[in-house]
């Protein structure tokens, strides 16, 4: 059809588009749909220096926006010119390299007036009255006389009525609606001194207060009355400057993350953005800590001089350009990797809250869907006591005089646990003093103020790899040599994946080699893994190996293959451990950074504390 235009012999005519059609086309990009417009006129609200943004919205916007704020207004000249296209108040010194303001490029209010009916009213700060404008489908009135005792109040009515194409990509309200509480939480977490509210015209949507204080009070006041309290609790302050690029904010714990990035809030300059950049360095940061398809929530807000960021990239102003990319990507790396190394083995409270959540049989009867059960079906399996010493000495990691490279959970067999004197000395210790295992994979310690329930083999699991990486970056993993070699037969594409990596896994600590057909020599292993079942842990390694592909150096796929060495190693679950191996566990868990979390970022324990354990007993 195009190709049939273009040869039909008449010739074309260029001409200049009536400036309505301009506008209409600009909308196109600016006002996507109803969060958007909300968006440019909440943008213009905090250039004007408001204090309260009040938002109302018919019908998920469709029908009505209405923002009123307390800014400096519009005098009835000024007015006329705001709804004309490229007219600002913004760009004083027509210089574009220094934005200070949310606003720029003076194409929002003739790009709304062209697909919707617009009006302005305001009243200049000391003005005598107050003015209105109207802009219909971009056909724009004459001010007139109005009441308004301060600041203005913008009305769009019947968005996209004068583009009926947008008009039919329009979601239903309530998904309309939703988009226009995320755009004006994320304008609201940049803007923690000023005032919101936002209403469907009946119901009170959010009603956030002006924050008063220091910049990392206010900040977190307003984060965690938009994200919630979790949130608030469960994040790490983050600030660090670099070359004079500020990063301030708050960053989850690892323990605290989401399905998709929509959680990560991110602002440079005070302006909300969406940057590929800024997505990815802090990726990279968490990597470790979080599975690859979850996504810690954070919140950070990068400053920079104006000079070094282009913001000019989209009309929607959400994409910006860095001068620097490496600087600002080592910076944001660096102070949440800092940040959480801080953190250690800190996990979420909010993990606590949940599980006292479960505990409760009406939230679990909330969560599940279902009637709790009866409490008394748990049942008690005392353990054994005979043997407990000897299947403990066999599989003692044995120490090494390499301080770190081995994770040796206490020397002697102990007494029986669950007989354990109170030991107020362990106690005074962040996870407490072993008091029992249960089901052979959780231990339970008593701290000064609550108990804490340690999943044994995500932790175990999670020392291992911390081990791996620290003795990797020292040179190599100690290794134990067998004492029989053991020859474990595998098909024979499985051998030769594990023989191209001979070299690698030497440097974890593997020791082995092909052994005729079908089969490789286990030499040694990893020393910190304690006794294995070598073959089972070679078959896993195998498998990996096959997922993993050839492009990945095993190193950048260490979480994933200390997964598989932990789950051979010698805490895996369902194994007995004595009082002595649990508290070690407990000890090493507390002095290894990021031990809150596995490697997949679920939790390695949780902790009640006893007012919260009275709490559920009625004692409170
Ligand atoms: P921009 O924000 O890029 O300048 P807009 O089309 O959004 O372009 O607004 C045009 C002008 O109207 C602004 O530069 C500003 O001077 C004025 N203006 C818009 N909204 C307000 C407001 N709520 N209070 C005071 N002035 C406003
Ligand atoms: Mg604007």
């Not at 086309?25 to 417009?37: D, K």
Request: hydrophobic share 45%; with cysteine.
């Amino acid at each position: 059809m195009t190709a049939e235009r273009a040869h039909s012999g008449v010739r074309p005519v260029v001409r200049r588009l009536p400036e309505t059609l301009v506008n209409r086309i600009a909308a196109g990009e600016v006002v996507e749909r109803p969060a958007s417009a909300l968006k440019e006129l909440v943008e213009n609200s905090l250039d004007a220096g408001a204090r309260r943004v009040d938002v109302v919205l018919r019908d998920g916007g469709r029908t009505l926006i209405q923002v009123s704020d307390d800014g400096h207004g519009l005098d009835p000249d000024t007015l006329s010119l705001a709804v004309e296209r490229h007219a600002t108040s913004k760009l004083p010194d027509d210089d574009l390299t220094h934005i200070s303001t949310l606003g720029f490029r003076g194409e929002a209010l003739p790009s709304i007036g062209a697909v919707s009916r617009l009006s302005i009213t305001s009243r200049a700060a000391g003005a005598p009255a107050a003015w209105r404008i109207r802009v219909e489908g971009g056909a724009v009135g004459a001010p007139e006389p109005a009441a308004l005792t301060a600041g203005t109040r913008v009305e769009i009515r019947d968005l996209f009525y004068a583009t009926p194409a947008r008009l039919k990509f329009l979601k239903i309200p309530r998904t309309e609606q939703s988009h226009a509480l995320e755009i004006l939480q994320r304008l609201a977490m940049a803007a923690p001194t000023v005032g919101f509210t936002l209403s469907d015209g009946t119901r009170t949507l959010l009603n956030l207060e002006a924050a008063q204080g220091d910049l990392f009070e206010v900040r977190l006041a307003r984060l965690g009355a938009v994200l919630g309290r979790d949130f608030a609790a469960d994040a790490l302050p983050i600030d660090a400057e670099r070359q004079g690029y500020r990063l301030t904010g708050y960053a989850g714990l690892p323990t605290l993350h989401r399905r998709t990035s929509a959680h990560q809030y991110l602002f440079v300059n005070g302006r909300p953005v969406r940057d590929r950049l800024l997505l990815g360095a802090v990726r990279g940061a968490y990597m470790d800590f979080v599975a690859s398809d979850r996504h810690p929530m954070l919140a950070l807000f990068l400053e920079l001089p104006a000079e070094e960021v282009d913001v000019n990239v989209h009309p929607a102003k959400t994409e910006v350009r860095f001068r620097d990319a490496g600087l600002v990507r080592g910076l944001i790396v660096g102070a949440l990797k800092h940040a959480l190394a801080e953190a250690g083995h800190r996990a979420s409270a909010s993990v606590g809250a949940a599980t006292l959540g479960a505990f409760r049989p009406d939230g679990l009867r909330a969560h599940t869907g279902h009637a709790a059960p009866a409490w008394n079906t748990a049942r008690w399996t005392p353990p054994p006591s005979e043997g407990l010493a000897e299947a403990q000495a066999a599989w003692q990691a044995p120490s090494t005089d390499r301080v770190g490279h081995t994770l040796d959970f206490g020397a002697a067999p102990a007494a029986r646990v669950e007989n354990a004197p109170a030991d107020p000395v362990a106690e005074r210790h962040p996870l407490g003093a072993a008091r029992a295992q249960v089901h052979g994979t959780y231990i339970v310690a008593q701290t000064e103020d609550g108990l804490v329930i340690v999943d044994q083999h995500a932790a175990h699991e999670r020392l291992v790899y911390e081990r791996m990486k620290d003795a990797l970056a020292v040179g190599g993993v100690k290794s134990q040599a067998l004492l029989l070699p053991e020859v474990v037969e595998l098909e024979e594409a499985a051998v030769d994946r594990l023989v191209q990596r001979a070299d690698e896994f030497a440097e974890l600590g593997l020791v082995l080699e092909a052994f005729g057909q079908g089969a490789v020599v286990v030499r040694e292993v990893p020393a910190l893994l304690g006794k294995t079942d070598t073959a089972a842990l070679i078959r896993d390694l195998a498998d990996d190996l096959a997922e993993v592909g050839d492009a990945h150096a095993l190193k950048d796929r260490l979480a994933d293959v200390c997964g598989t060495m932990a789950c051979h190693g010698s805490v895996r679950a369902g194994r007995r451990l004595s009082g002595d191996e649990m508290n070690a566990l407990l000890r090493q868990m507390e002095a290894t950074p990021h031990s809150g979390q596995c490697n997949h970022g679920r939790p390695t324990y949780v902790e009640l504390k006893l007012t919260d354990i009275e709490r559920l007993f009625g004692r409170r």
